[in-house]
Nanobody, 122 residues
Framework: VQLQASGGGLVQAGGSLRLSCAASGLTFSSYGMGWFRQAPGKEREFVVGIGYDGRTTRYTESVKGRFTISRDNAKNTVYLQMNSLKPEDTAAYYC????????????????WGQGTQVTVSS
């Protein structure tokens, strides 16, 4: 199983980025997908998740109204649209997969991608 995250970069506060996570080696349409992030010196935290069929989503409070998760099961890809970015969003962002629904607990996830760095300047 491979999860390939991409789309990170350097952006000014108020800007936008779109992260992608392409999955292979698993039946993507049967897996919930989550995005987590980890800033230097901090623990990894849940950001957003989407169920296997795209019908259910979960957002951490700090990103509600700014971030949107979506998935394309035909392309085995999950997306994270990040708008109105803030310096506190700076972190390495990781995608992860678990069967069926998405949860907020990192230990529930079976597979992880490498991180993609998001840096928001003030």
């Amino acid at each position: 199983v491979q999860l390939q995250a991409s789309g990170g970069g350097l952006v000014q506060a108020g800007g936008s980025l779109r992260l992608s996570c392409a999955a292979s080696g698993l039946t993507f349409s049967s897996y919930g997908m989550g995005w987590f992030r980890q800033a230097p010196g901090k623990e990894r935290e849940f950001v957003v998740g989407i169920g296997y069929d795209g019908r259910t989503t979960r957002y951490t409070e700090s990103v509600k109204g700014r971030f949107t998760i979506s998935r394309d099961n035909a392309k085995n890809t999950v997306y994270l649209q990040m708008n109105s970015l803030k310096p506190e969003d700076t972190a390495a962002y990781y995608c992860a997969a678990k069967p069926y629904g998405a949860t907020m607990t990192s230990s529930d996830y079976n597979f992880w991608g490498q991180g993609t760095q998001v840096t928001v300047s003030s």
